[in-house]
């Protein structure tokens, strides 16, 4: 049974910077939990994050569309089993309208600083704005910087020149000579795309990828119907995927045996039904573990690179000059377009953004020798900062939604405990860091990340910037703040507007 008790809950005010799948998380999830006092600052002039960003030929989210979505807003509109990233970009700014969060961010307000003193941020943004809060949350995305390759002579380029994440949908490709640099899981969603209309299209490998042979197929109208008239069918297949990425993806690049030969066995057995030319299929061929780079979904990049007007190079880049790229074997490639799919700088986060601390530390220097969060959200020195989507959170091939639904959840419950002015701030402890990493680091050794390849899944001293465990662990570990290993602090001037609010506990 139920009594109702008066809390008087103090209202804090909170800064989520960027409007991306997490930012607008955030904003529904602290609004519904009475955080009114709430500023949303968005570099950029529409919502979306990477969706609005990544806008080249074939880009599809490679998670089932049906589990792509936030668990309290399920979708049975998706046309397609992957949907493209249109549709996605149209989901979050359908959801941002329905839940009134798109009117209320600060568009083209990017922020410059935030700066800590006695349990208050002081944040700067780009249009001279000072918003002083009581938390700030670094909803700014993992893969947002594009990496831009170090290749002599790159400048000297004569033709159009860009990268994925930055397409110039100026440059019309038809009929000319494309080079492509890389064969990640973006390349391999662009060069079928470029490939059905360039005259020419040279893909520069440097490293061949594993692919997993799921095709994409669209959603009848009969299937959308059902899944409109029957919520739990809906419900059902969000579960199913889940259930299946999480068992036997995941658990395949975590170091369970069983889902590895199997993946391992459908990957091998892609390729070589796939490609009939040998020479061609041995230049495809990873010299890795399955699943050591990311597994990529596709059944279009195979018969792609097959097509007469496409080259694979293998020969590595010597260098660029004004017309195209010239290899190590001495051979020029002349080109009339370069497109560089050659990924992301993954350890910046919310940076350049000036971060500083507790007693003047600056976040460049707290993560000069290595980048070191405490369950990916919280770092020692940043007090009441939180990092959404932060080093050791991506999951092999999981939807990054879910992950973020749980880290939301976990930063709900410290601001709900502030709110009981139970502190007016709360730190990580250096020892709960350390732990943290030797957690991670002790996970390492059974993945497969650590079988002979290198990616964006390792930082430069070879641990892992993602979670090593199972998505089972994650959400266990995530689910409730671990109070002892915090410290917390209360101030004099104490925190922001004491409100009443009438709750009903059991
Ligand atoms: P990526 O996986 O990091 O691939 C970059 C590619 O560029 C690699 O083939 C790399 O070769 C090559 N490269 C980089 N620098 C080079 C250089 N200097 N010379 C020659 N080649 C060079 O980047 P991405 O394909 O953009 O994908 C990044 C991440 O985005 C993915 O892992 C995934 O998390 C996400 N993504 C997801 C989806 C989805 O459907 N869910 C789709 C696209 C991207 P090496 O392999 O030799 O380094």
Redesign the pocket.
Known sequence: MGSAHLYALRSPSVVVIGAGMTGILLAIKLREAGVTNLTILEKADRLGGTWRE?TYPG?????PAHMYTYSFEPNPEWSHR?AHGDEIQEYFERVGRKYGVTNSIHFNEAVTSCVYDAGKWTVKTSKGRLVVADFVINSTGI?HHP?K???KGIETFGGAMFH?AEWDHQVDLRGKRVGI???????A?VIPEVAKIAGKLSV????P?WLLPLGNKDVSEREKEKLRKNPIKLLRLRKFYMWAISQLLTKAVTGHKLQNVLFSTICKLNLKLSVRDRALRAKLTPNYTVGC??II?NTTFYPAIQRDNVELVVDR?DSINPTGIKTRDGRQHDLDVLIL????NPVAYMRPMEVIGRDGLHINDAWKDKIRTYRSLCMPGFPNNFLMLGPNS?IGNYSVIEMSEVQCNYILQIIERWRRAEFDAIEVTEAATRRFAETIKAGMSKTVWVGGC???YLDGDGDPILWPYTWDRWEREMATPEMADFTTQKFASGGSVIVPEERVAS
């Open positions: 990544n880009v599809a989210c490679d998670i992957f893969l990496a390759p170090d290749i994925t640099i890389g064969t990640g899981s973006t390349a969603q520069f490998q440097r490293t990828q780079k990311r979904v880049i799919s050659t990924g992301f991506p290198q990616s964006w």
